[in-house]
Nanobody, 126 residues
Framework: QVHLEESGGGLVQAGGSLRISCAAS????????MGWFRQAPGKERDFVSA????????YYADSVKGRFTISRDNAKKSVYLQMNSLKPEDTAVYYC???????????????????WGQGTQVTVSS
């Protein structure tokens, strides 16, 4: 069982940066692939980024590649998403999620993630 709690969301101007965090509880955090998804009003929840259990592999949606960086600290049971060069279209609720196992494009699939946080709002003004 893994409990996830996001933090760090807020309002930022276009072109700005924001770092959101996800703190986990549970003894097996280090065995999970961790992902970030986002959902804008009236839209489906979309994959943003994921990082392997060891932190050695990362995946990004094309829309954020080169602007966002995912990282994790297994000792602190935390995963982070550094978001740079933010755009108004990045506005969404951002969710942290944990997958017991996924690889490659499987990590883009929300169905592989068993545990979810409540989300944190990120708003980018133009």
């Amino acid at each position: 069982q893994v409990h996830l709690e996001e933090s760090g969301g807020g309002l930022v101007q276009a072109g700005g940066s924001l770092r959101i965090s996800c703190a986990a509880s549970g003894r097996t955090f280090g065995s999970y692939t961790m992902g970030w998804f986002r959902q804008a009003p009236g839209k489906e929840r979309d994959f943003v980024s994921a990082i392997s259990s060891s932190g050695g592999g990362a995946y990004y949606a094309d829309s954020v590649k080169g602007r966002f960086t995912i990282s994790r600290d297994n000792a602190k049971k935390s995963v982070y998403l550094q978001m740079n060069s933010l755009k108004p279209e990045d506005t969404a609720v951002y969710y942290c999620a944990a997958a017991p196992y996924c690889s490659g494009y499987g990590c883009y699939d929300s169905g592989n993630y068993f545990y979810w946080g409540q989300g944190t709002q990120v708003t980018v003004s133009s």
